[in-house]
């Protein structure tokens, strides 16, 4: 049996907590034929609309859609939007009972306005300046406390929205490194420093610029970061920065998605970073493929992949979700069949 096939058959006995910002996406399809006589803007005929889960919510759906148990932890607001977050949960079999309301704050939605398969306006409802209720942090911690043990592996999904601190952050790694449970981040650039001693992060190449600027102006210990420069340009500027970020966070793994170039897997002990091509056949949409790619390595993980066969799932993953308009979840059967045709 392929090994790769072999890994996916074991998707369906993991268990995956996801703990992260949730968003509610929205998205309007229409068609433009004139311009507005109040504006230079077009004017859009709205044909149809749809909402999906995303941030965190799209890890998740990511997860269930490859067979994984999974459980799902985020707050919403007290508003028509959470209602509709959380009946597009259920319809898509991901429980709610770690979907938290908090009174304070709205649900986070995100409205893209799509004409001729060209977005032509994103409209953001968010207020993650402002402290939410305490309560709703500690029914958080709580939850994460007594479900931990039955997972096979953690994510933290960090959109900088909010509800990813340091000090959940600290909370849940030390749970997860007590239990020995595999924590992978898909991170935010200001929380970097957050991220010690777990078994992966998977930022982006602009993420990891970035996080190196941020890490070497706010940590006092960022000059032992050997890196000169922040503007990571060739092969060789992406490994200095991807082994130096290995060592100063102390991770097992570190995985940087570097969009048409693939990716470039680092690991603990190995001196050679690994890189791995697209195997995108038309990009549509990138949004959500970080989503995708997270959830995939960290599935392949639990169920006995190496990170080398992690990262390359995950790669044949993002390969089909940018093909797809807006942030939505790669399929099991869809991962089977492009695995057998790449591999």
């Known amino acids: 049996m392929n090994p790769y096939t072999k890994i996916i058959s074991r998707f369906c006995k993991k268990k995956i907590l996801v703990v992260g910002d949730v968003i509610l996406d929205q998205y309007i399809q229409g068609s433009v034929s004139r311009i507005s006589p109040e504006a230079p803007v077009p004017i859009v005929l ?24 999974v459980s799902l932890v985020g707050r919403i607001g007290h508003d028509a939007q959470g209602e509709i977050f959380k009946k597009e949960l259920k319809k898509n079999a991901i429980s709610t009972s770690g979907i938290f309301v908090d009174k304070k704050l709205p649900t986070i939605t995100k409205t893209r306005v799509i004409a001729h398969h060209q977005q032509i306006v994103r409209i953001d409802r968010e207020k993650s300046h402002l402290d939410g209720d305490p309560s709703v942090r500690h029914k958080i911690f709580h939850f994460i406390q007594k479900h931990m043990e039955a997972f096979d592996a953690v994510i933290l999904s960090d959109y900088g929205k909010g509800l990813i601190t340091a000090d959940l952050v600290r909370f849940v790694v030390n ?7 595999i924590i992978a981040v898909d991170p935010k650039v200001e929380h970097f420093n957050y991220y010690q001693k777990v078994t992966a992060i998977t930022p982006n190449l602009k993420e990891t610029e970035n996080a190196i600027r941020n890490i070497k102006i706010t940590s006092r210990s960022g000059s032992k970061l050997a890196i000169h420069s922040d503007k990571l ?111």
């Open 46 to 69: 709205e044909e149809r609309f749809f909402y999906t889960p995303g941030g965190a919510a799209n890890v998740a759906g990511n997860l269930h859609c490859l067979g994984a148990e």
């Open 175 to 181: 749970l997860a490194l007590e239990q020995k449970k």
């Open 233 to 343: 340009q060739s092969d060789e500027d992406i490994d200095l920065a991807g082994e130096e970020l290995l060592k100063f966070l102390e991770l097992e793994s570190l995985l940087i998605t570097l969009g048409e170039r693939g990716m470039r897997l680092f690991e603990k002990g190995k001196k050679k970073s690994v890189s791995i091509n697209t195997k995108a056949r038309e990009v549509y949409d990138v949004s959500g493929a970080g989503d995708t790619v997270i959830a995939v390595f960290t599935l392949s993980l639990a169920a006995g992949a190496t990170k080398h066969q992690a990262a390359d799932l995950a790669n044949f993953a993002a390969g089909i979700v940018v093909g797809k308009l807006g942030a939505v979840a790669v399929t099991k059967p869809e991962l089977l069949d492009a695995v057998k045709d790449g591999v």
